[in-house]
Structure formats: structure tokens, C-alpha cells
């Protein structure tokens, strides 16, 4: 996996060069001083994963990645808890705080090589996982695990069969249901997507699951109508 570090901190950018040469999986392209250098040099080489310093001069961390043509995997490696929620939103994959232990590096490099398969799955026709942000960080969800996701405004909920806290991310409703294989989930409210193999009756225009019933909008009334066929 080809990465390029960005820190203006000489010091940030040897530890982070140390802990690469530590990982078989990471080729070092680059350790760039500041954003100027990392756009140079992903103009002219094709790059797999970034780990990038938030608080730099000129251009900072979070105005690089938000201003990113083509993005690839962003881990972002700060000192500053404070932009966590920042980075959230522009879809890092993780966020280190300095100093950055090897085996906390090892576990976002992980995530990355996860990631980075379940695209390329994602683009061959795999639908075995899917991955969203929740609590500052990308999660990896099983769909088989999926029993039903409840729309909170904003955020969903993501129910998990044996778990029973769910999974809190910023997603709306149409943009997961795209992520899920078709056939496997439908949308029965406009609070509600529901795992078909996970319904144990439909009675009254109520789905029951396993431990709750959840209620069948009027305008998705025709997939009862599809169900009792």
C-alpha cells in the first residue's frame, strides 16, 4: 500500500517513518513538510493511504482533505483531540493522537487494508460488509449481523443481532440502503430499513422481528402486498 506522510513537525514525520518501516504492508512514497509538497506529489503517483497532521501553517490538514480531487484513505495524526469531530466528517478512517504507539499505528493500518479490500470487493459485486463512521473512527458492520436500521433525523441506528448497543453514524436513510445488497434489506418506513430474513410475521401492517415490532409506513404499504405473494 503506497502512503505519504504530511506533518510540518520533523520529529512527527520520523516517528511516523519509523513505525511505516515497521509494517510490511506500507511502501513509503513521500514524507512531505506541508500540503504544497503532498499535492505535488499526488499529481504525479498514484497514492493508497495519507497520514496527515491537522494543525500545519498555510494549508491545514482538514482544508487539504476537504479540498481532495480524488481522495484516497485518510488517517489523521494529531496532537489535538479537539478536531476529532472534524475529521469525522470528511470520512478519515482514523485518528491518531500523538504520540502514536506501533500498535495503535498497526490497528489504523489494519483498518486500512480492510477498507481497502471491502472497495475492491464493493467493485467486483461483494456485499459481505459494508463500513461507516461512528464514534470518530470508520466501523466495519457484517451485513449478515444487520436485523434493522432506524432513522434518527440526521444520524441512523444500526441494529445488530447479539449486540445490544447499536451503532450511531451520519448517514441518511436512501444513502445506506444503496450500500445494502438488493433483495437481503427493504425500507418499510421512512424510519426504517429491516433485514427480510430477520422477519418473523407481518400482521396488521406491523413487522415483528425478533424482540420488537416495527410499524409498515402508507407509502411502502406494497411491500406486504409483495411478501404475501
Known amino acids: 500500500m503506497r502512503c505519504i506522510i504530511i506533518d ?7 516517528l511516523l517513518e519509523d513505525n511505516i518501516r515497521h509494517v510490511s504492508r506500507l511502501h513509503l512514497v513521500a514524507s512531505c513538510r506541508n ?10 503517483q498514484a497514492i493508497d493511504l495519507v ?9 491545514n490538514g ?5 479540498n481532495m480531487q480524488q481522495k484516497p484513505m ?20 482514523d485518528y491518531l493522537l500523538k504520540p502514536i504507539a506501533l500498535e495503535r499505528f498497526s490497528a489504523a493500518v489494519n483498518k486500512a487494508v480492510d477498507f481497502a479490500r471491502y472497495k475492491n470487493s464493493e467493485k467486483n459485486g461483494g456485499d459481505e460488509s459494508i463500513y461507516v463512521h461512528s464514534e470518530y473512527r470508520m466501523i466495519k458492520i457484517n451485513i449478515k449481523d444487520i436485523e434493522y436500521i432506524e432513522s ?8 445488530l443481532t447479539g449486540i445490544e448497543k447499536p451503532i450511531l453514524t451520519l448517514l441518511p436513510m436512501k444513502n445506506v ?17 429491516v ?28 411491500f406486504i402486498k409483495n411478501w404475501t405473494r
Open 8 to 14: 510540518d513537525e520533523p520529529l512527527a514525520r520520523e
Open 35 to 44: 500540503a504544497a509538497e503532498a499535492m505535488q506529489i499526488m499529481q504525479d
Open 51 to 59: 497520514f496527515c497532521d491537522i494543525k500545519m501553517p498555510a494549508i
Open 62 to 66: 482538514l482544508q487539504f482533505v476537504s
Open 74 to 93: 485518510v488517517i489523521f495524526t494529531t496532537a489535538y483531540k479537539k478536531f476529532a469531530f472534524e475529521g469525522f466528517e470528511l470520512e478519515a478512517l
Open 152 to 159: 434518527m433525523q440526521d444520524y441512523i441506528k444500526i441494529h
Open 177 to 193: 440502503l444503496e450500500r445494502l445488497p438488493a433483495g437481503q434489506f427493504e425500507r418499510i418506513h421512512r424510519s426504517y430499513i
Open 195 to 222: 433485514a427480510v430474513k430477520h422477519i418473523q410475521s407481518i400482521y396488521n401492517r406491523k413487522i415483528q422481528l425478533k424482540n420488537i415490532e416495527l410499524p409498515v409506513g402508507n407509502n411502502f404499504a406494497d
